[in-house]
């Protein structure tokens, strides 16, 4: 289990990095036809890790092994020939406006801290009730930390190729 929240730390660190590496203007800039921004890209994944606070709520003892669905999201959220769209009325749809860098980075840096710091003295195994991932129904502490890893790793990939995009205009 330490291993996944390991990978989970690194993978923030590519993030961050990868985020730091567009200018404010590029962060900003839409890269071609119905694309989020690098920002709208990093918002996301932000909005998205404030589910973490499930692992705080209400949770029970999985009757099933508590890794069981971690292949089944790797293999949605790492095979990029699958187009997956956050709908609008979504929680984790970006912010339309425009996204300070600094402020991105230090708030994906904070709560990232905390889904470590929370991840390493508690209990992965057991599952959070409070919220059903979609399609999949709860999962467990351990199950959400690799959803984490394997989405931002996508999004990684999008923004890596919307730098590209960016650059190849200058």
């Known amino acids: 289990m330490e291993a996944t929240t390991t990978k989970f730390q690194q993978t923030i660190k590519e993030l961050t990095e990868m985020l730091e590496a567009f200018s ?3 962060l900003n800039k839409i890269p071609f036809p119905n694309s989020w921004t690098a920002g709208q890209v990093g918002d996301h994944l932000l909005k998205s890790y404030g589910s973490w606070e499930i692992f705080k709520g209400w949770t029970g003892f999985a009757d099933r092994p508590y890794d ?3 292949k089944l999201l790797s293999e949605l959220f790492l095979n ?47 599952l959070c009730l409070d919220f059903e991932f979609p399609t999949l129904g709860h999962m467990t502490r351990f199950e959400w930390l690799h959803f984490y890893v394997v989405h931002t790793q996508r999004h990684i990939k999008q923004l890596t190729k919307i730098f590209n995009i960016l650059n190849s205009l200058k």
Do not use: M
Not at 104 to 115: E, F, G, K, M, P
């Open 24 to 26: 404010t203007e590029q």
């Open 68 to 70: 069981e669905n971690c």
């Open 80 to 126: 990029f020939n699958i187009k997956l769209i956050a709908e609008h009325s979504d929680a984790i749809y970006p912010s339309e406006g425009y996204i300070e860098k600094e402020n991105l980075v230090l708030n994906i840096q904070t709560v990232s801290d905390r889904i470590i710091s929370f991840s390493s003295r508690n209990d992965l195994r057991v």
